[in-house]
T-cell receptor
Framework: GQQLNQSPQSMFIQEGEDVSMNCTSS?????WLWYKQDPGEGPVLLIA?????ELTSNGRLTAQFGITRKDSFLNISASIPSDVGIYFC????????????FGRGTSLIVHP | NAGVMQNPRHLVRRRGQEARLRCSPM?????VYWYRQLPEEGLKFMVY????????ESGMPKERFSAEFPKEGPSILRIQQVVRGDSAAYFC??????????????FGPGTRLTVL
């Protein structure tokens, strides 16, 4: 089955710094999704990418769908304390039941 | 418009007991998905249901686990004869249309199951 490698596993940064995390896959996807999970809550969709090469922004967040369709990255600029949480990438393949495959997550801690 | 609701939020069971997890999808959503999350891991798909139908149960263990989404009422994930390895957070998600491209799943807050 498909496997997603998400890195880094965790990040400890100072408020105001930029953050970058990425996901790579052993096979191609048609859609890449980035979620954020706050402690004790369910994941919330941040950005969805539908085309290879697509670059999409949502406020201070920017994500890109890799040209090879096997990777994606998420950047957070000028981090703030409320960015703390776990960020998950997920890849989705068209056809079948479209169930996304999730990465293991990147835990982000922002020091004020 | 209330989001996806799950209850209970926390559930403690002893080995051998049954666990029943409930999920009420967002209003107007007729597609429900269940995922399991182990500590420091991503979400693993278990089962996808529409009203009164199981569409995809490829991620659900064949024994002790079952799921339903009746015409009326919440979706239920049922775990019989729980074992310690069942301890995890179980998340439900719902969507307004069938799973596919451009279809967002909205997640509930999860049920944290602890098996003693």
């Amino acid at each position: 089955g498909q496997q997603l490698n998400q890195s880094p596993q965790s990040m400890f940064i100072q408020e105001g710094e930029d953050v970058s995390m990425n996901c790579t896959s052993s096979s191609i996807f048609n859609t890449w999704l980035w979620y954020k999970q706050d402690p004790g809550e369910g994941p919330v969709l941040l950005i969805a990418l539908y085309k290879a090469g697509e670059l999409t922004s949502n406020g201070r967040l920017t994500a890109q769908f890799g040209i090879t369709r096997k990777d994606s990255f998420l950047n957070i600029s000028a981090s703030i304390p409320s960015d703390v949480g776990i960020y998950f990438c997920a890849g989705q393949l068209s056809g079948g039941s479209y169930i996304p495959t999730f990465g293991r997550g990147t835990s982000l801690i922002v020091h004020p | 418009n209330a989001g996806v609701m799950q209850n209970p939020r926390h559930l403690v069971r002893r080995r051998g007991q049954e666990a029943r997890l409930r999920c009420s999808p967002m209003k107007g959503h007729s597609h429900v998905y269940w995922y399991r999350q182990l500590p420091e891991e991503g979400l693993k798909f278990m089962v996808y249901l529409q009203k009164e139908n199981i569409i995809d149960e490829s991620g659900m263990p064949k024994e002790r686990f079952s799921a339903e989404f009746p015409k009326e009422g919440p979706s239920i994930l049922r775990i019989q004869q729980v074992v310690r390895g069942d301890s995890a957070a179980y998340f439900c998600a719902s969507s307004p249309i069938a799973a596919g491209d451009y279809n967002e799943q909205f997640f509930g807050p999860g049920t944290r199951l602890t098996v003693l």
